[in-house]
């Protein structure tokens, strides 16, 4: 049974959950499911790659699937607005050098992990801002 609050170390334990899915599935340093599973095509696929790949697409199913259902079409657009042009200005200022693919593809993972966890939390972070339940609350979570 779940834990009955929400506070930040849960939004930490989602964002750190996401940035393991998203950074295990594909990162520019070669070490991820993405560059093991091109060298299988190579070398043969194993069992333990299939078994890696089906845990990864679980895990992106249920990321998903609560991401879309919680923040919508239209709040996905928005979340990737917010970010896509915090990062354009963040580059525009000089912080990030715009010819460093590297670079851009972390703070691309990180932020993509951001909205993830941000859309499996969304549901909470929205009733404590608003006060407003879910249709899916059960009554145990409405006393």
């Known amino acids: 049974m779940a834990r009955g609050g929400f506070d930040f170390s849960s939004f930490l334990i989602r964002i750190f959950f996401a940035l393991i899915l998203v950074f295990a599935s594909y990162n520019p ?3 991820s499911f993405y560059d093991w599973a091109l060298k299988g095509l190579e070398t043969g696929f194993e069992p333990l790659m299939a078994f890696a790949g089906v845990v990864l697409l679980i895990g992106w199913v249920v990321y998903l699937r609560a991401t879309i259902t919680s ?3 239209i709040g996905l657009m928005l979340a990737f607005a917010f970010f896509g042009t ?3 200005m963040v580059i525009d200022w000089g912080f990030v050098p715009a010819d460093s693919v590297q670079t851009i593809t972390y703070i691309v993972l990180s932020l993509l992990s951001l909205v993830l966890a941000v859309g499996m939390s969304w549901s909470h972070i929205r009733r404590r801002m608003s006060g407003q339940f879910d249709v899916n609350d ?4 409405l006393n």
């Open 29 to 31: 340093s070669g070490y």
């Open 71 to 73: 923040l919508g079409f």
């Open 86 to 88: 915090l990062l354009w």
């Open 138 to 141: 059960t009554d145990d979570e």
